[in-house]
């Protein structure tokens, strides 16, 4: 299972990556700018998700919002 970027780079743990979007985080009133820097990436059981710190906490995004840094 491969898991790409918005671009269809390979990610692979420990990778670092950018957001191509504002995202909203559910359940708080956190909005995650574009451009913001989630370093040390890691992958989950979900090709299309994987689980990084940002905005202070740990949280999974979708690879959709996601580029290679």
Known sequence: M???DT???L???GDSVT???DLKVKGSSLTL????LV???RLTNSSSE???????STM????EFLKKA
């Open 11 to 13: 990610l692979a743990e």
């Open 39 to 41: 370093k040390n990436i």
């Open 2 to 4: 491969e898991t790409k």
């Open 19 to 21: 957001l191509i979007k």
């Open 60 to 63: 999974v995004l979708k690879t």
């Open 50 to 56: 994987v689980e990084g710190r940002a905005g202070g």
């Open 7 to 9: 671009n269809g780079a």
């Open 33 to 36: 700018k574009r451009g913001t």
